[in-house]
């Protein structure tokens, strides 16, 4: 179960991580926790499988190309499809999604040359042709996910 | 010494190291000092090629197994004033506008809400529409299973 203070190191610092030398220390300030209980219990979150990362979420459309594809696929070649997509080290987020389009992936590469390459070499592998949806404009500002009203509040 | 951007992207994109001094660490893999790391980190936050440094939860096993992909058919003469007003709603996590591929795909605006159920989704959807007045095409795509989620590599 999830205590008070989980809660907070869940949704508090999803953005502003502190960038100093002892950013756990400061976090432990911040919530009346010693440094090596932050820690702890960063990394039982973590275990638990709760926490992907403590890291950056990067700006695709600075480092690099990229965009959403759509394809249609058979539901009974769903997985051979699906594990085709995931071998490519440029593809992200992989979903299953209830449609006609069913199955949706982020790709995104150093170059627009490698990013047709990878939805041109999946697109013969599943005989399916691609929906190619790059992004045009971002009306959203990352704020990280809100979890719960209560720790985002307080 | 300057910090390569590529090489400091490469060494923290798959999370900061869990131990007390964590840009220590990678500055010792970078061979660069602590000061260092921490500047260039800050500095790319400040140049948003860091959108946001912190926590990436895993929603799903946070209880957030509705997940919707909304997407809309918005007239182009007002696509950025309704993108504006769908990214400002508190249950909308993403917002982008993308081509629309006729004739097999109208839809223009994407959006994402998640719930801990669909009902839930549904009934914060159909507030959204009255509240903005929209009564353009939409669809709704819940995903019935991730086959991969991580954050983009670039190296």
């Known amino acids: 179960m999830l205590d008070e203070i989980d809660k907070k190191l869940l949704q508090h610092y999803q953005r502003g991580f502190p960038i100093l030398a002892r950013p756990y220390e400061e976090i432990g300030g911040q919530l009346g926790l010693p440094e090596n209980e932050v820690i702890e219990r960063f990394r039982r979150l973590s275990n638990e499988g709760l926490i992907s990362r403590i890291g950056p979420v990067l700006n695709h459309s600075l480092l690099g190309v990229s965009s959403l594809v759509a394809l249609a696929i058979p539901l009974d070649m769903i997985d051979s499809v699906a594990e085709i997509i995931n071998s490519y080290e440029e593809v992200n987020h992989n979903y299953l999604r209830e449609h006609y389009y069913n199955l949706w992936f982020v790709v995104t590469a150093r170059s627009a040359q490698r990013l047709d390459e990878v939805i041109r070499e999946i697109e013969d592998q599943s005989g399916a042709a691609a929906l190619i949806l790059p992004m045009e404009k971002n009306f959203h500002i990352d704020l990280g996910f809100k979890l719960w009203q209560s720790a985002q509040t307080s | 010494m300057a910090i390569s951007t590529d090489q400091l992207i490469k060494t923290i994109q798959d999370g900061l190291p869990l131990c007390p001094r964590p840009y220590a660490q990678i500055a010792e893999q970078l061979e660069a000092t602590e000061q260092e790391v921490i500047d260039a980190i800050a500095d790319l936050v400040e140049d948003e090629v860091i959108k946001r440094l912190g926590v990436v939860v895993k929603h799903k096993k946070l209880g957030y197994v509705a997940n919707a992909m909304v997407v809309w058919n918005v007239d182009d003469s007002i696509v950025h004033e309704i993108g504006d007003k769908l990214a400002a709603e508190p249950a909308v996590t993403l917002c982008y506008q993308r081509p629309r591929r006729l004739p097999h795909w109208p839809y223009n605006l994407f ?41 983009a590599r670039y190296f």
């Open chain 2, 111 to 151: 959006t994402m809400i998640h719930g801990k159920e669909r009902q839930v989704v549904f009934g914060e959807l159909q507030e959204i529409r009255q509240r903005l007045k929209l009564d353009c095409d939409f669809d709704v795509l819940f995903s019935s299973k991730c086959f991969k989620q991580r954050g």
